[in-house]
């Protein structure tokens, strides 16, 4: 059966325009990332992933994940840590920066993470797991929604056990990346298991990995019954992948292309600041110009030029008819009303 894209879903009260979710990524979600996966047709965007304990201690990177824009919203705020009461009081930070969903991550299988007792680790740990849900659930008043792989080891069925106690302790929707911790990102995800998990539990589930195309959106959706996918890898610099999902198939000109980083560049340097979005943006680079678009040499180029208004101008002369396309662009959007947390101190807003 297919499964339309275009049709609306909810998240306990919120509602979710399209069946398409942008992924959270760590290094990547950016607010520009987020507004522009918002216009191509993603229905709901997600913050990365952000430390309660940086939350607890007010550390200034970490605010600035707190930054929610006027057009991201339906937004979920990922946060992760392993204390309930600490992981309590920062969805209540998250509820007042303005997001729609506290979303909790039960998948990051980084070391740093998993050590802490956090991310992927808690899928060993289901009671404490659970815990965790139900201080979250009720410090806000805000949908939870649980982000999770299908358990630690290779071939785990995990998910299967704890994603069922997860809602009973309040999570109103479940997210499955169906690869183990240990895996990381090698082999594939293996949506049988999300099917699984659908047929397990009443919330919506939403299915993640390996999504890069239409026809594995709607195969995936048709199969394992899941509410919507999500989309990770496959929108790293291609916006493109996502219309295509949603069904409108574009190849984009050289001038789409560069204008569409240009206005991402510009929207960093006014999150990030100047010195940290110069660094940060490298990578995005290849991501935007590489599939053929540009030649490798010309990606190489940008990569070592210092300063950001030197990439500008080498993108602008590289493709002349961006600066028109980048004014529409510009002109459509609107302008950035961010909300403000008037506890936070008020120099995480100077930067840009
Ligand atoms: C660079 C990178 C950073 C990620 N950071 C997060 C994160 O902060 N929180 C999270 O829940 N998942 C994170 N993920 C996992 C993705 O959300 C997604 O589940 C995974 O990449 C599989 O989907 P894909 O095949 O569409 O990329 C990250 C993945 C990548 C590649």
């Known amino acids: 059966m297919q ?3 275009n049709e609306g879903w909810a998240i306990g009260g919120v509602s979710i325009p399209t069946r398409l979710v942008l992924a959270p ?14 216009r191509f047709g993603a229905g ?12 607890q201690h007010r550390n200034e990177r970490t605010l600035g994940y707190l930054r929610v824009a006027a057009d991201e919203h339906p937004l979920a705020i990922q946060i992760f840590g392993s204390e309930p ?45 659970a815990r965790i849900v139900s201080a979250v659930a009720e410090a806000t008043p805000l949908p939870v929604s649980v982000k999770m792989r299908r358990g630690t080891a290779d071939g785990s069925r995990d998910c299967l056990a704890v994603g069922p106690r997860l809602v009973a302790a309040g999570a109103q929707s479940l997210t499955l990346h169906p690869r183990s ?11 049988s298991l999300t099917a699984e998990l659908v047929s ?8 993640s990995g390996d999504i890069t195309s239409r026809a594995r959106a709607q195969a995936v959706l048709a199969t394992s019954g899941a509410a919507a996918v999500m989309v990770g ?30 206005l991402f560049m510009r929207e960093t340097v006014r999150e990030l600041g100047e010195h940290r979005a110069t660094g940060f943006l490298k990578k995005f680079y290849g991501w935007y110009l590489g599939r053929g678009r540009f030649p490798k040499p010309f990606k190489q180029e940008l990569v070592m030029l210092p300063t950001i208004e030197e990439v500008e101008t080498r993108l602008l002369a590289a493709a002349p008819g961006a600066r028109e396309v ?16 008037d506890s936070l101190p008020i120099s995480i807003y100077g930067g840009g």
């Open 181 to 191: 911790a240990k895996q990381m990102y090698t082999g594939v995800a293996d949506h």
């Open 85 to 129: 009461p600490a992981m309590a009081e920062a969805a209540r930070m998250v509820e007042a920066a303005g997001a729609d969903i506290v979303d909790i991550n039960f998948g990051c299988p980084v070391k740093k993470v998993t050590k802490s007792g956090a991310g992927a680790s808690l899928l060993d740990e289901p009671d404490h797991a």
């Open 233 to 262: 890898r496959a929108a790293q610099g291609n916006p493109w992948a996502l219309a295509e999902i949603m069904g409108t198939s574009v190849d984009p000109s050289r001038e789409e292309v560069v204008a569409e980083l240009l």
């Open 3 to 5: 499964v339309d894209l």
């Open 25 to 38: 990524m760590a290094g990547v979600s950016v607010q520009a990332f987020r507004r522009q996966g918002r």
């Open 200 to 207: 397990l539990v009443e919330v919506p589930v939403i299915a």
């Open 326 to 341: 980048l004014e529409r662009l510009e002109s459509e959007l609107p302008e950035v009303d961010e909300v403000l947390l």
């Open 44 to 55: 709901l965007v997600c913050s990365e992933m952000v430390s309660v304990a940086g939350i």
